[in-house]
């Protein structure tokens, strides 16, 4: 797991987020089976102090549930879905089609049995009209900052705060290369 970013650059945001705001971005998984594997996300998301929520959806043991989470998605406070789900992944495509308008992240879980490539192309391989925009297998981080993106083109202390991240990504990167060549 990557090391924690940020910390410095949140205490010096100056566009400081309100307190208990409601979720811009709901993270669903199709089982709870899935979690450990979102914690990279959860934990990017806390660090660029964006609200979100967590759900469990299943398009195969609650369809219902999952049916009724991505319509009313469009009315509420959510901004972007992260939809992970490992295997038959029909969760990412499902969401898609019932929330219409709200961008959906997939993310590919790596199944028990496999590589995760069946994970991969069943959120990538969407009819046209309902797009999927899909990171790569098992990773969280890459779902997570991509919805950062999302949302940093219209909040501002999102942006601020995202520009830190990146910023002391490269930081360490470029620190990293330098330790390397001592
Ligand atoms: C998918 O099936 C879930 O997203 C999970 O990745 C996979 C296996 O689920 P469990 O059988 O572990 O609950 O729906």
């Known amino acids: 797991r990557e090391q924690p970013l940020l910390e410095d650059d949140l205490n010096s945001s100056t566009t400081a987020p309100k307190a208990n705001p409601k979720p811009l971005v709901s993270i669903t998984t199709g089982s709870i089976s899935d979690q450990e594997k979102l914690q990279d996300c959860y ?18 043991r609650t369809p219902s549930t999952m049916a009724a989470y991505g319509s009313t998605a469009p009315s509420s406070s959510i901004k972007v879905i992260v939809a992970a789900a490992g295997g038959a992944a029909h969760l990412p495509g499902m969401v898609a089609a019932f929330s219409k308008t709200v ?4 993310l590919p879980i790596k199944p028990t049995i496999g590589d995760g490539w069946d994970s991969l192309v069943s959120c990538t391989n969407m009819p046209r009209g309902c797009p999927v925009l899909t990171v790569g297998v098992n990773n969280a981080t890459n779902a997570a900052l991509g919805a950062a993106r999302i949302l940093a083109g219209w909040d501002e202390g999102v942006q601020e705060r995202l520009e830190g991240y990146v910023d002391r990504a490269e930081a360490e990167s470029l620190e990293n290369d330098r330790r390397l060549q001592e």
């Open 43 to 60: 934990r990017i998301l806390n660090q660029l102090s964006i609200p979100f929520e967590k759900r469990i959806t299943s398009a195969h």
């Open 103 to 106: 961008p959906v992240i997939g």
